[in-house]
């Protein structure tokens, strides 16, 4: 019931395209979702985040939908740019009460 | 804002040596996480500290891991004695209360651990 699932491990995505990555969880529990983005020597540093009681999160490209019925949620990238090129993690807790789990993450890689 | 700060950056040593990173959470935050990276196991969770209390050390693998937080600026994480499977990138986060919207987890850049 702690697993965090995310999908593709890896995507390689043309310069100005949608970039999709799914997550899915177990636990119905779980209130805070957030997407973290590493780049290569540096740690996973937050992107963006959301709670269960919207369905959509939107900070300039980058936006998270939520469907709480699937537990599922994804991170969608506009307009893809070679900058966004990192790996990036989804994960879930139940805020104020247990440390994040996090998914495997997705290696994203875009090309111009 | 430093931000959290790990040391050293980068460890080789030899099988059997006693390895001990280092970790300086953001000032203010009461809440320490070990993580461990690996491409098979992504991140991992090895254990946590509120207040400067060890929370959940369920996913320290075994008995020769070993955390502390003597203060509420400084953690250690030793690994005695290390093994080559050890080798991973282990990361430090900070934040206070578990992380959560109002208060994100922080991480530091991590120790990439080499053990031949």
């Known amino acids: 019931q702690q697993q965090v699932k995310q999908s593709p491990q890896s995507l390689i995505v043309q310069k100005g395209g949608i970039s999709i990555i799914n997550c899915a969880y177990e636990?119905?529990?779980?209130?805070?979702f957030p997407w973290y983005q590493q780049f290569p020597g540096k740690g996973p540093a937050l992107l963006i985040a959301?709670?269960?009681?919207?369905s959509e999160k939107k900070e300039g490209r980058f936006t998270i939908s939520f469907n709480k019925s699937a537990k599922q949620f994804s991170l969608h990238i506009m307009d893809s740019q070679p900058g966004d090129s990192a790996t990036y993690f989804c994960?879930?807790?139940?805020?104020?009460?247990?440390?994040?789990?996090f998914g495997k993450g997705t290696r994203l890689s875009v090309i111009a | 804002d430093a931000g959290v700060i790990q040391s050293p950056r980068h460890e080789v040593t030899e099988m059997g040596q006693e390895v001990t990173l280092r970790c300086k959470p953001i000032?203010?935050?009461?809440?320490l996480f070990w993580y461990r990276q690996t491409m098979m196991r992504g991140l991992e969770l090895l254990i946590y500290?509120?207040?400067?209390?060890?929370?959940?050390d369920s996913g320290m693998p075994e008995d020769r891991f070993s955390a502390k937080m003597p203060n509420a600026s400084f953690s250690t994480l030793k690994i005695q004695p290390s093994e080559p499977r050890d080798s991973a990138v282990y990361f430090c986060?900070?934040?206070f209360g578990q992380g959560n919207y109002n208060s994100p987890l922080h991480f530091g850049n991590g120790t990439r651990l080499t053990v031949t």
């Open positions: 986060a900070s934040s």
């Open positions: 636990n119905t529990a779980f209130d805070y």
């Open positions: 959301i709670r269960p009681d919207v």
């Open positions: 994960a879930a807790s139940f805020s104020g009460n247990t440390p994040l789990v």
């Open positions: 000032s203010g935050h009461n809440s």
């Open positions: 500290f509120n207040n400067n209390v060890p929370i959940d």
